[in-house]
Each structure stands twice: as C-alpha cells, then as structure tokens.
C-alpha cells in the first residue's frame, strides 16, 4: 500500500502527464494547419512585457526546476515542503483534474486552428461563440486554471504550489489584454458577446 508522499506523487504524475500528451497533441495536430505566411495583427507582446516576463522567466521556470525535481530526483530536502492534504481530497482533485483535462479537449475540437499559445491575431481569425464558448468567454483558461491548480495540490509541495498560483495570477492578468485585442478586432461584436458570457465561468 502507497504511503501518503508516494500516493501524491503518482496522482500528480499522472495529472501531469495526461495534460502534456493532450497539449502536444493538439500543438501538433493544429500546426501545420496555419499558415505562418498569414500577416499578425495583434502581436504577442500586447499580453504586457511585465506580465510575459515574470511568467516565462520566473514562475514557469521555477515550476519545471522542482517539479522536475520531485519526480525524476526526489531529493529529500523537497519533503520539508511537504502540505499534506487528507487522501480523499487528493483524489477528489484528481478526478475534477481529469474532468478539466476532459473539458479542455472540448475546447480545442472547438478552438481548431484558431488557437495559438500566444496572444495574437491572424487575418481571417474567426471569433467562436459556440460550444463551451457560447456561456464562458476564455473555458480555456478555466481548464487551465483548474488543472493546474489541482497538480499543484496534489502534489503537496509548497514549492510547486506557490510558482504555480503565482503563475496563474500571470495568466489572468494576460486575459484582459486578449479582450482588448479582441474588441479591437471584433468591436460590437465581441462587446455584445461579452454582455451574456462570463469571463471565467457561466453568468447566471
């Protein structure tokens, strides 16, 4: 029978794991479908230099560095870091980690080539309204939130738990800049869109 540290590192793993084949998949499956020729009208930097900076070359860097280090060396000293929480909320956060990984894939096959990892628009861009976007302006994000935040738990570790909730403050930040890139491109559009969608979860 596992032990409480070993349980945590498997359903964190295994979180983990599925999250990286669901991306590379769909990283792969909607690349060679851009055209890379297609002029950008909205370029990345408009997420907001600070924002980017702090999250590609702080947050997301410490995150890799330990959790690197919790799966594959599981230094003793990680252990001190230790936030053990009771077994049956480690599995409660696995299973709304998978149901998130399972709604994230319903936002790609509706996304499609519209996606990109990074905050820009191309010519032809189409704004979706329908599927998971037709209540929720950014489900991505709400996946992403959600998964996230749940590996974080599981794993227990204050080291990873902190980078990571830094990280995701980052990310919300960033959504208001997309908005403005959006209402730029969209205008009444997008506006009215926003009236009877919530940014994060339904609006009721």
């Not at 890379?36 to 997301?60: V, W």
């Not at 929480?85 to 709304?96: A, D, F, K, R, S």
């Not at 096959?109 to 519209?114: A, Q, T």
């Not at 489900?139 to 902190?162: H, K």
Request: charged fraction near 20%; aromatic fraction near 16%; include cysteine.
């Amino acid at each position: 029978m596992m032990d409480h540290y070993s349980l945590s590192r498997t359903l964190s793993g295994l979180i983990c794991c599925s999250f990286i084949i669901v991306r590379l998949y769909f990283t792969v499956r909607y690349r060679d479908k851009t055209d890379p020729d297609k002029k950008i009208k909205a370029p990345a930097d408009q997420e907001g230099r600070l924002s980017y900076m702090l999250r590609r070359m702080i947050f997301l860097p410490l995150i890799l560095i330990f959790t690197w280090s919790y799966f594959i060396f599981n230094p003793s000293w990680m252990k001190s870091f230790t936030l053990p929480l009771p077994e049956i909320v480690l599995w409660i956060l696995t299973v709304i980690a998978f149901m998130a990984i399972a709604f994230l894939i319903w936002v790609h096959i509706y996304l499609g080539k519209e996606w990109s990892a990074s905050l820009k628009i191309r010519e032809g861009h189409q704004l979706i309204i329908s599927g998971p976007y037709s209540k929720i302006r950014h489900p991505m994000y709400t996946a992403l939130f959600t998964i996230y935040l749940s590996f974080a738990l599981v794993s227990g570790n204050l080291l990873i738990i902190v980078p990571t909730i830094l990280a995701i403050i980052s990310l919300a930040v960033r959504v208001k800049k997309e908005e403005d890139v959006l209402i730029t491109e969209f205008g009444d559009q997008y506006r009215n869109y926003m009236l009877h969608t919530g940014r994060f979860f339904p609006r009721f």
